[in-house]
């Protein structure tokens, strides 16, 4: 498989993870779809012949179903326009877009961990690995994967709630803080190292 | 002659293999220290899990040190001293916290939060998972945040039922207004307003106030 269809790849299992995250509806497809049923059941069923009531319902379903799809789809986009790496600008004091929002858990997830997602910049990285207490600072347990043609690499893995420390190690070798989170020296050995805390909504 | 190359070549790793095999039964993560170290570290994990202690946090620590190139020493301080703070965690969050529990009370332990905060906690959360406000709480005293004014903020919150990802706001905000200049306990009294207001409005058991100026220092 060519590096560009190991990209590609990537990419679309990304945007399958994405997609079966169920990110909410936008308001108005939600309405449009509320909306559709409405006049789909104006017209009373006993009127009608029976087999055209089912054509009815089949074509309502479809289209409700649709209009669902379109606003996933939608909010999807909404959500890849808005990543955690790109909410981390400098941010505003009592603002949330420091790296360290609360993200949702949809009800498939396990109810003991939160999928959370960890983003690194770099063009001249060649290897970079996320290390923290929930790996156990393992190098090899969470590798990031660069973004086709961007110096944007990310993880996504599931975490338990509550206070991490993290660093993202570079190249086998250098130990990088998140530039986007706050930092912590450790108790025990006066090191720096990130801070995330996640936490149900 | 090949054949007795290949036939050294698997007696050196079968004599070799179970010291190889020792080692990392015994920690994972004692590989890279001296032998001395790898044993003691061992020997700290072994206490933990006789113990009852989850021996995650302290492998970690010992993996976190060697990747900083900490002295040998160090890290098995560190470790000594991860395993401390899980025995201290139990005692104060009770027999039946779960590992995820003790873990973020050794982490409290270790930003400077209190036995008593984390008995605080653990009674205001009832049966309830208290990972996420003891790791706001340890946020909030490794931000600078007085440990007994933390404690009791959080712990009023707790009894009042706030939601998780307010309580992870709260210590995100302080701990931006901290990297901004602001004073941490300055911050907290300014920042737990907004959960004052949220809180009153909601429908709970019990509207008691916020603490404001209370708590020693550290």
Request: hydrophobic content about 50%; aromatic content about 2%.
């Amino acid at each position: 498989m060519s590096e560009h269809e190991q990209e590609l790849d990537a990419t679309l299992a990304r945007a399958i993870t994405e997609l079966r995250r169920e990110p909410p509806a936008r308001p108005d497809a939600v309405a449009r779809a509320v909306e559709a049923a409405r006049a789909a059941s104006t017209v009373p069923e006993a009127l009608a012949p029976a087999s055209m009531a089912r054509r009815r319902r089949r074509r309502t379903i479809l289209a409700v179903a649709g209009i669902a799809a379109a606003a996933c789809v939608a909010g999807y986009a909404a959500r890849g326009m808005l990543e955690p790496g790109e909410r981390a600008a400098p941010a505003a004091a009592g603002s949330a877009s420091n790296g360290l929002v609360v993200q949702a858990a949809n009800a498939g997830d396990d109810p003991a961990h939160l999928t959370w997602q960890f983003v690194f910049q770099s063009s001249r990285a060649h290897r970079v690995s996320l290390i923290g207490d929930f790996n156990g600072w393992d190098p090899t347990a969470a590798p990031l994967t660069r973004a086709a043609g961007s110096g944007l690499w990310s993880v996504t893995l599931p975490l338990t709630p509550g206070r991490h420390t993290y660093a993202f190690l570079v190249d086998d070798s250098s130990f990088v803080l998140d530039p986007r989170a706050p930092a912590t020296r450790d108790a025990d050995l006066g090191s720096k190292e990130s801070v995330v805390i996640v936490g149900r909504p | 002659m090949s054949r007795r190359l290949l036939a050294a070549a698997l007696l050196l790793a079968a004599v070799t293999a179970p010291a190889g095999l020792r080692a990392q039964r015994s920690s994972g993560a004692g590989a890279g220290l001296d032998s001395a170290t790898s044993e003691a570290v061992g020997r700290v994990l072994d206490g933990a899990r006789a113990a009852g202690l989850p021996a995650g946090p302290i492998v970690a620590k010992v993996r976190l040190g060697m990747l900083r190139h900490a002295p040998d020493s160090v890290i098995l301080a560190a470790a000594q001293a991860v395993a401390a703070r899980l025995l201290e965690a139990r005692r104060a969050l009770g027999p039946l916290a779960d590992p995820a529990d003790l873990a973020a009370g050794a982490d409290a332990l270790g930003t400077g939060v209190t036995a008593d905060g984390l008995r605080m906690v653990r009674a205001a959360a009832g049966n309830g998972a208290v990972a996420v406000p003891l790791g706001v709480l340890a946020e909030l005293t490794a931000s600078g945040v007085s440990a007994g004014r933390a404690a009791a903020i959080i712990t009023a919150l707790v009894r009042r039922h706030a939601p998780a990802r307010e309580l992870v706001a709260l210590g995100n905000d302080v701990n931006a207004d901290v990297r901004a200049g602001a004073v941490a306990d300055a911050s907290l009294g300014v920042r737990v307003q907004r959960l004052e207001a949220i809180l009153t409005v909601r429908t709970v058991p019990s509207a008691t106030s916020l603490p404001t100026a209370t708590g020693t220092g550290r």
